[in-house]
């Protein structure tokens, strides 16, 4: 009788995905960035409260947020109130604004000791590195998210980018502001990254008298 050689039945795997939230990653509410705002405050985490304040206000991709300088925000001893950065991914520069509460957190993590003779804003640990590193990065945010009880397959590091421009086009309404403070190219690279759909379009219409 002949016999045929059958495939080994192997045990599925589960999707690294499973149980996880897909899609874009939501933006931070504002009573969120009040929240974990305070919390850095009273822990006196100098460092995390300065690098959210400008990641929430320079709205850049990670892989830029972690290779600014201190040369890109600061002239003259003093933290400028607009700065720009070339985007890595584009090869072309963003600018965005530095509000007071930002500029007063980077010159509080400025004078911190491990800031001296360092190149990079947001140095690696002992200069061991340059600067941290996008995964680094994500590791940060998710500490952020969690402290505050969020879900944190919901939340990313482009949470932050998204956060301050969600809130610009909720009250505006203005997707050519929100394109240029993002360093979109394309306007319908800004409509698929914020998500907006027939009925804001419709919202923002309706609010208009002519």
């Known amino acids: 009788m002949q016999t045929y050689n059958l495939p080994a039945v192997r045990a599925r795997r589960p ?16 009573k969120h960035v009040w929240a974990i705002r305070v919390r850095l405050e009273l822990a006196e985490n100098h460092r995390d409260l300065a690098l959210f304040n400008m990641a929430i206000d320079c709205k850049l991709r990670g892989c830029d947020l972690v290779r600014m300088k201190v040369v890109d925000v600061m002239a003259s001893g003093y933290i400028k109130e607009r700065a720009s950065v070339l985007q890595s991914k584009t090869q072309k520069p963003v600018k965005f604004e530095i509000t007071e509460g930002t500029r007063i957190s980077i010159k509080r993590w400025m004078k911190d000791p ?43 590091t482009h949470s932050m980018r998204r956060t301050k421009v969600t809130q610009l086009y ?8 929100v394109q240029l403070l993002l360093g979109h190219t394309k306007m319908d690279s800004t409509v698929q990254y914020l998500g907006v759909e027939l009925e804001d379009a419709l919202e923002i219409s309706e609010a208009i008298e002519i």
């Not at 190149?119 to 940060?140: C, D, K, N, V």
């Open 170 to 177: 909720k009250k505006t309404g203005n997707l050519r502001a």
């Open 15 to 30: 999707a690294w995905n499973k149980g996880r939230i897909g899609g874009q990653k939501r933006p931070l509410m504002p």
């Open 114 to 156: 491990i800031m001296v003779g360092s190149e990079y804003l947001w140095p690696g640990r002992f200069h061991a590195r340059l600067h941290i590193s996008t995964r680094q990065y994500a590791r940060i945010v998710r500490a952020w998210v969690v402290s505050i009880g969020l879900e944190t397959t919901a939340y990313g």
